[in-house]
């Protein structure tokens, strides 16, 4: 049986009158690339925030690398990897200090923060871009840079919401082969797009839709089910 990292059940959150999540339940097996899709508000990033420990859930439970959601969020953040949808590192820093800084919130000790800054600026091949201020990088860089640095702790799981927003499909395709290439390492990837060519590259996916899962499957057996040609048709049919 593979191993479950995250397993939640009726996971709920409630805004008022507004549910923002819908008594969502189910898991996540290590190694995986989890898709986490649908359009603009339909919940994606309020159920992410209750994964990391960033919001507490109104009803429901869940576990994410073994941390039970309601009782040890600060545990489940120290092992995992975050990287929000707004880009979070600080422009005002250069990107040797953005990772240091990161480091220290992470737990690291001066000794390890020095090797792991020194193995993420070469295998960005930035070894000698290290001084730079962040906001000198184009986008796409920033990018993978806080990929890296969501990884700097080497935690098992890394959440990425809407990670490729706003950058060039060239660099989108750069940035896939470095999930791929994490996940090959049995690391588990838990990733939200709206972008349904995305959803091809998941081992599986979920579609949210007004705060509900309406769908959970692997791409290939979702097109199956609803005859379609591409994740994009799919959703669609769902969606409507």
């Known amino acids: 049986m593979d191993q479950k990292v995250i397993s939640v059940k009726g996971l709920t959150k409630r805004f008022g009158d507004f549910v923002a999540v819908d008594e969502i339940s189910f898991d996540v097996f290590k190694g995986e690339i989890f898709g986490f ?68 919130i992470y737990g690291l000790n001066r000794r390890l923060i020095k090797l792991k800054v020194n193995q993420m600026l070469e295998s960005l091949n930035l070894q000698d871009s290290g001084n730079k201020l962040v906001h000198s990088l184009p986008l796409g860089w920033k990018q993978r840079l806080a990929f890296s640095v969501a990884m700097l702790h080497d935690p098992p ?69 609803y005859n379609a040609k591409t994740m994009n048709d799919v959703f669609v049919q769902i969606a409507r």
Not at 57 to 86: C, D, H, R, W
Not at 177 to 192: D, H, L, P
């Open 157 to 225: 799981i890394i959440f990425l919401d809407e990670p490729t927003g706003g950058v060039d499909p060239a660099t989108r395709r750069i940035f896939w082969e470095k999930i791929y290439a994490e996940a090959s390492n049995g690391r588990t990837i838990f990733v939200t797009t709206h972008y349904m060519d995305e959803a091809e590259y998941c081992n599986r996916i979920s579609m949210m839709v007004a705060g509900k899962m309406v769908a959970l499957d692997s791409p290939k057996n979702l097109k199956l089910k």
């Open 37 to 104: 899709l649908g359009a603009n508000g339909a919940g994606k990033t309020t159920a992410m925030k209750m994964l990391t420990g960033l919001s507490k859930p109104t009803s429901g439970t869940g576990s994410v690398a073994g941390f039970e959601i309601l009782k040890q969020a600060e545990k489940i953040k120290k092992n995992i990897g975050y990287m929000s949808q707004k880009f979070a590192l600080y422009d005002d820093l250069t990107i040797k200090e953005n990772a240091q800084f990161y480091g220290g």
